[in-house]
C-alpha cells in the first residue's frame, strides 16, 4: 500500500468504521497488551471467533456475565458482539466468510474490533480479512498479540531456546511434511500435531531422531485447565492417548523439554486449577479473586449479603451531625463497610474531612485502616495484636476525667453487629452512641448451575470471609459439599461454619483476607506435596471421593 493509499484508506475508515485486528493471546487474559484492552474498551463491536471470547471479554472490562435465569435481560454497558467464528449452521466460518463479517460490521460506521486467538499475523485468517479492508475502502490496524507458539510452552516450563540449543523451527503439521527435513537435533514446536502425533513420531525416528528424544504435548494451554504430557519420541503416542490429551495443543520436540522438570512453574501452583467459591457482598472488590488467581485458581464470586442503608436514618443523621458538632472524644470504624456508610452522609451534607479536626480515630484491620486513609484521615488506633473488637479493646485507653475533655464514642456498624465491643468500651468508662451505619441483607439466589455445583462438590474450596457470609450462603444455596475445603477467617467465623455442619479445614493465623488465601495455598502446597511423596498423581479436592475425605479434624 503507497503512501497516498495509506492516507485515503485512514480518512475514509474515519466515517465508514474502523477495523481493530487484535490478538487475544493463547488464552489467559493476562496476556492481553495493553494496547488490546484500551481497544475493547473503545469498541462498539467485537467480532470474535472463540466461543470463550465473550465471556474474555467482560472480565477485562469489568462487565457483568448475563444471568441465563433473569426474567428479561439486564442492560448493561459494553460493546455488541457478532460471532465471527461459526456461522448460523454452527460450522466454522471460511476465511472468505469471516472477512465478510467483519467488513459489514465496519461499513456500520462503527469501531470494529475483530479478536483473534493468538496473533492475527500467525497463523490467522489475519492477512486475509485485512486485504478484503482495503477492498472494501476501510482503515484498519494490526494489534500483535502473544503466540501460542511459544507461550505455552513457557507456561509448562520449556524454553524454546537455551545457550546450548539456539534453533527453533515451528511446523504446522499436514499430510505433506518432510519430516527428513526436521532430523537434525533443532527444537521442534508442532502445531496441530494431536491426531497425528503417533506417525509424526515415528517418521522422525526413520528420519534419524533418537526414540528417547524428549517430547512434551500441553493442551490448553496457558489457561487454569492446562495439562501437559511429558514423554518421547518412542512412547508419545500411548501417553498422549492415556492422557486423552486433545485439541488446542503445542507439542515441543527436543532436549529441551527436560528442563521442564526444575522449570514447571505454572501447573505446580498451589491452587492451579481449583475452583473456588468466594461469598462476598455485593459491594466487596474481588481483592480475594485477584489473589486466589494468583495461586492458580478459578474464583467464582457469588454475592451473599447485600449492604443497604438503615431503615431508619434519623439516628444516623444526628449522630453525623453531633460528630461535627464536637460531640464525641472517638469514633471507632469497625468494617470498610462502617467507612463507606458514615462517607456517604458526609457526602450527602457537603462535609468532608475536615469534620474530623479534634475527633480521634480508631479502625479494626488494616483493611478498615487503609478505606480511611484513602479518605485522606489517619487512624490514632489500631489493634496492636488481634486485628478485631476484641484487639481494639485490649489497646483501647481508659476514660481519664483530666486528659479526656469528653467521654463519648461514635460507634457506626451494622444492624447485626455483637455487643462485645460497646460492652468493653462501657467498662473501660466510656460511653457509646451505638449507631445502626447500614443493613445486611441476604442476597438472591445463584444461578441453577452455581447451586448445584456447591451442592454435588463441584467446587475445591470454599473462603469465608465473616459469619454472615457463611449463614447467607447456606441459607440461599445450601451446604458445600463434604468433599469442599472450608476455609475461614477467623475463629467466630469458623464457629459458625461448624455450627452449620460445616468442618473447616484452613483458619487464617489472623483475621485478614489475604491471610486467609495463603493460608488455603499453603494447604494447597502441602496437600500437593504429600501426593507427590506418595508417589500418587496431583488431584484436586473436588476429583476425590467423599470417602476418601479425612473425617477427623485433630489430623489437620
Not at 506417525?199 to 528424544?213: H, Q
Request: proline content about 8%; some cysteine.
Amino acid at each position: 500500500m503507497t503512501r497516498s493509499n495509506t492516507t485515503s484508506a485512514t480518512t475514509s475508515g474515519a466515517t465508514r468504521g474502523w477495523v481493530s485486528f487484535v490478538g487475544s493471546g493463547p488464552g489467559d487474559p493476562g496476556l492481553l497488551t495493553v494496547r488490546a484492552v484500551d481497544l475493547l474498551r473503545r469498541a462498539d463491536v467485537v467480532v470474535t471467533e472463540a466461543p470463550e471470547h465473550p465471556a474474555l471479554v467482560r472480565s477485562v472490562l469489568g462487565i457483568p456475565e448475563p444471568d441465563p435465569e433473569a426474567e428479561a435481560p439486564v442492560e448493561t454497558s459494553g460493546p455488541e458482539f457478532v460471532d465471527g467464528g461459526f456461522g448460523e449452521d454452527g460450522q466454522p466460518l471460511t476465511h472468505a466468510a469471516r472477512a465478510k463479517v467483519v467488513v459489514k460490521q465496519a461499513k456500520r460506521g462503527l469501531r470494529v474490533v475483530r479478536l483473534m486467538a493468538g496473533d492475527p499475523f500467525l497463523y490467522a485468517s489475519g492477512p486475509e480479512e485485512a486485504q478484503a479492508c482495503v477492498k472494501a475502502g476501510l482503515g484498519f490496524e494490526i494489534v500483535p498479540g502473544v503466540s501460542s507458539v511459544a507461550s505455552v510452552p513457557a507456561y509448562a516450563g520449556i524454553p524454546l531456546t537455551t545457550k546450548d540449543h539456539r534453533e527453533v523451527a515451528v511446523v504446522t503439521c499436514g499430510d505433506k511434511v518432510d519430516w527428513s527435513r526436521y532430523a537434525d537435533k533443532r527444537t521442534l514446536v508442532l502445531l496441530s500435531a494431536v491426531g497425528q502425533i503417533g506417525d509424526i513420531a515415528k517418521a522422525l525416528v526413520a528420519a534419524g531422531r533418537p526414540a528417547e528424544t524428549p517430547v512434551a504435548m500441553t493442551r490448553v494451554g496457558t489457561t487454569t485447565e492446562q495439562s501437559t504430557v511429558t514423554s518421547t519420541l518412542e512412547r508419545i503416542a500411548a501417553d498422549a492417548r492415556a492422557a486423552r490429551m486433545a485439541p488446542p495443543a503445542i507439542t515441543v520436540v527436543g532436549d529441551v523439554v527436560d528442563l521442564r522438570e526444575t522449570l514447571s512453574w505454572f501447573e505446580t501452583k498451589p491452587l492451579f486449577g481449583w475452583r473456588v467459591l468466594v461469598p462476598r457482598t455485593k459491594e466487596q472488590a474481588g481483592s480475594v479473586s485477584e489473589r486466589l488467581r494468583g495461586y492458580g485458581a478459578v474464583p467464582d464470586e457469588v454475592p451473599t449479603i447485600s449492604v443497604e442503608p438503615p431503615r431508619n436514618p434519623l439516628q444516623m443523621d444526628k449522630a453525623v451531625r453531633g460528630l461535627v458538632e464536637g460531640r464525641y472524644e472517638w469514633i471507632a470504624f469497625t468494617s470498610v463497610n462502617a467507612v463507606r456508610a458514615v462517607r456517604e452522609k458526609f457526602e450527602e451534607y457537603g462535609l468532608d474531612a475536615r469534620a474530623f479536626s479534634g475527633l480521634k480515630i480508631a479502625a479494626v484491620g488494616e483493611k478498615t485502616s487503609q478505606a480511611i486513609s484513602d479518605w485522606g484521615l489517619r487512624a490514632d488506633l489500631v489493634p496492636s495484636g488481634d486485628q478485631s473488637a476484641a484487639g481494639l479493646l485490649e489497646d483501647w485507653p481508659e476514660y481519664d476525667e483530666l486528659l479526656d475533655p469528653i467521654n463519648r464514642v461514635f460507634l457506626p456498624r451494622a444492624d447485626i453487629a455483637t455487643e462485645n465491643l460497646v460492652a468493653g468500651l462501657v467498662d473501660l468508662g466510656w460511653e457509646c452512641d451505638d449507631v445502626t451505619a447500614y443493613r445486611t441483607v441476604r442476597a438472591a439466589p445463584p444461578p441453577a448451575p452455581t447451586r448445584d455445583a456447591i451442592k454435588t462438590g463441584k467446587f475445591d474450596a470454599v473462603v469465608f470471609t465473616s459469619s454472615s457470609t457463611v449463614r447467607n450462603l447456606v441459607g440461599i444455596a445450601g451446604k458445600p459439599h463434604p468433599s469442599t475445603i472450608i476455609a475461614v477467617i477467623g475463629p467466630a467465623t469458623a464457629k459458625t461454619a461448624e455450627e452449620h455442619g460445616l468442618r473447616v479445614d484452613v483458619l487464617a493465623p489472623k483475621p485478614d483476607v489475604d491471610e486467609l488465601v495463603d493460608a488455603l495455598a499453603d494447604f494447597g502446597a502441602s496437600r500437593r506435596a504429600a501426593l507427590v511423596e506418595a508417589g500418587q498423581p496431583v488431584t484436586k479436592p473436588s476429583d476425590r471421593k467423599p470417602s476418601a475425605r479425612r473425617k477427623a479434624s485433630t489430623s489437620r
